[in-house]
């Protein structure tokens, strides 16, 4: 039976059918345990209920995440631009086109867990403009590397503000700067050494004596050239400033769905700075890229969140009722806008197939 005929096609949808019902069922049963973790406990008694939360929300907030988002895709669809235009090519998507990628990206990112999501963008660019898939990989490299950054920034600016509130010890404080220096410096070298690395790589795949890890060695070459004409335009200080401005836009969005959320429903919660909100955030993001089975990250979202709240004092309950809600609202956006952006990608690559 070849994967192309009809019995191949219908056992591809029955294994897919099954990997989703094992995500849902995997993400269900760890919301299950923190709910009867916590109900045990005797903590759930003062908790607002789902539906009382839900009514409360200001819903004024949540447009403003919804706006943020939107902005958010455009800029890192510039700066995909950017990157592809730094690598020498001479076909680059419009920036319209590459704003429909970003929408269908941000969602499959979300959907997949471990990142694998990312993946998609290499995929419709190929396939939809036939970008050469290591300028692709090279871009996406150099974009992750500059998120890395961003985000090491943003944890410096958050250690030196919870500094000045002298809220910290200076133990704490000092293992924070160190462990944000080893991030910059290790994203810093993976991007400034790519082509030696690259090169490394290979002659260790060719060592294998194995064609179809020599060919794999070649293509990481390629893909180390390819960061290289990014490095050889000078562009660090642009597209630096736009991933720092993309994660500023991710943090404020998720601050107003935080407030959305707890204003009314929680003010203890709404009254915390936004240095002590933010690690949760960075916590519940990290444990959502953990390679678990999850269905759009929920459970792991929700255990990070409650890991960093914990600190606080916070009833365990009420941590995972806010966690829970703000990634509820966020995945609905995030899906919403994604699905319209991958609608818009197959009208728009359809469109060009007729006209070819």
């Not at 190929?126 to 300028?135: D, G, L």
């Not at 994660?247 to 998720?254: A, D, E, F, P």
């Amino acid at each position: 039976m070849t994967p192309n005929s009809p019995g191949g096609s219908s056992a591809k949808g029955y294994s897919l059918k099954w990997r989703l019902l094992l995500s849902i069922t995997f993400s269900f049963l760890i919301l299950f345990s923190l709910w009867l973790l916590l109900s045990s406990a005797g903590t759930m008694k003062d908790s607002a209920s789902f539906t009382e939360t839900f009514h409360n929300i200001t819903w004024g907030l949540v447009s403003y995440y919804i706006f943020i988002s939107i902005l958010g895709a455009w800029v890192r669809a510039l700066r995909y631009r950017t990157l592809l235009k730094a690598d020498g090519l001479v076909r680059v998507p419009g920036t319209g086109f590459m704003f429909l990628v970003t929408l269908s990206r941000n969602m499959f990112v979300d959907m997949v867990p471990a990142r694998i999501g990312e993946a998609s963008y290499v995929i419709m660019l190929n396939r939809a403009y036939s970008i050469p898939v290591a300028a692709c990989l090279s871009t996406l490299f150099i974009s992750v590397v500059l998120d890395i950054l961003a985000l090491a920034i943003l944890l410096i600016i958050l250690v030196l503000l919870s500094l000045i509130a002298a809220s910290e010890s200076g133990i704490t404080v000092y293992n924070a700067l160190m462990v944000t220096s080893l991030i910059v410096v290790a994203a810093g070298f993976m991007m400034f050494a790519a082509v030696p690395l690259s090169k490394w790589f290979s002659r260790l795949m060719n060592a294998t004596g194995l064609q179809i890890l020599k060919r794999f060695g070649q293509f990481i070459i390629d893909v180390g050239s390819s960061i290289r004409r990014v490095q050889m335009r000078e562009l660090l200080s642009l597209t630096l400033s736009q991933s720092l401005a993309l994660r500023v836009m991710k943090y404020s969005g998720l601050y107003s769905l935080y407030l959305a959320v707890t204003t009314v429903n929680f003010p203890e919660f709404a009254a915390l700075p936004l240095w002590k909100i933010m690690p949760a955030f960075i916590s519940a993001e990290a444990a959502a890229s953990l390679p678990l089975p999850t269905f759009m990250s929920f459970g792991s979202y929700e255990g990070g969140g409650m890991l960093a709240f914990s600190v606080l004092g916070f009833a365990t309950a009420e941590i995972l009722m806010v966690m829970f809600v703000i990634h509820l609202l966020s995945q609905v956006i995030d899906y919403t806008l994604g699905g319209l952006g991958l609608l818009g990608f197959f009208l728009t690559t359809n469109k060009w197939s007729r006209g070819g």
